[in-house]
């Protein structure tokens, strides 16, 4: 068993940042992938960013290359969301997830384990 707990949402200015954090409990957390995700009131869940075990390869949504930056740590269990550039349409409650499979995160947007989500609201 694997628990997620997200942290570091809050209100930002259009154009500030903010870091994320997925801080895991449990056995082995340092062989899972992990991803991020974003849901947005009335519209679907969104990939955005997914690390593999080592921290060695990285994937991103389109959207946010370049401007979303995920790493993790695995000594302290935790991986991490730098967000820069934001803008309004970034707004939403962001999720981590994790799974053993790497494609399972980036092909079919799930996970075994889902943290309980953290809001991000981007002023205008």
């Known amino acids: 068993q694997v628990q997620l707990a997200e942290s570091g949402g809050g209100l930002v200015q259009a154009g500030g940042s903010l870091t994320l954090s997925c801080a895991a409990s449990g056995r082995a957390f340092s062989t899972y992938a992990v991803g991020w995700f974003r849901q947005a009131p009335g519209k679907e869940r969104e990939f955005l960013a997914a690390?593999?075990?080592?921290?060695?390869?990285?994937y991103y949504r389109e959207s946010v290359k370049g401007r979303f930056t995920i790493s993790r740590d695995n000594a302290s269990n935790t991986v991490y969301l730098q967000m820069n550039s934001l803008k309004p349409e970034d707004t939403a409650v962001y999720y981590c997830a994790a799974d053993s499979s790497l494609t399972i995160i980036t092909a079919t947007l799930n996970g075994d384990y889902w943290g309980q989500g953290t809001q991000v609201t981007v002023s205008s």
């Open positions: 690390v593999t075990w080592n921290g060695k390869s990285a």
